[in-house]
Nanobody, 120 residues
Framework: QVQVVESGGGLVQPGGSLRLSCAASGSGFWIEAANWYRQASGKQRELVASFTPGGPTIYENSVQGRFVISRDNAKSTVYLQMNSLKPEDTAVYYC??????????????WGQGTQVTVSS
């Protein structure tokens, strides 16, 4: 049925950038709204950014001004552009997406997570 796939994680130096993607795969599937979460080792999962059509977007205080959440024109992919990355941004990042198939709301689905490591 629904497959939400995250990608874009990796190793980056402090001050660098990464763009994470959260895609709803399959014909007719699209994303209405989405949240990005992250979970650092030994820490609670926290909300990083939230996208809702019509806005406003919401950001965790420590990433505001550095991260941008957006959705492509086809509504198939939600992105998290991460700039000026800091070591404290290191975590597994998860997408939770509200997925539609055509006009039918299928509910919320989690991606598998993608590792972001910020280190020299």
């Amino acid at each position: 049925q629904v497959q939400v796939v995250e990608s874009g994680g990796g190793l980056v130096q402090p001050g660098g950038s990464l763009r994470l993607s959260c895609a709803a795969s399959g014909s007719g599937f699209w994303i209405e709204a989405a949240n990005w979460y992250r979970q650092a080792s030994g820490k609670q999962r926290e909300l990083v950014a939230s996208f809702t059509p019509g806005g406003p977007t919401i950001y965790e205080n420590s990433v505001q001004g550095r991260f941008v959440i957006s959705r492509d024109n086809a509504k198939s992919t939600v992105y998290l552009q991460m700039n000026s990355l800091k070591p404290e941004d290191t975590a597994v990042y998860y997408c939770n997406a509200e997925v539609y198939r055509d006009l039918h709301n299928l509910g919320d689905y989690w991606g598998q997570g993608t590792q972001v490591t910020v280190s020299s």
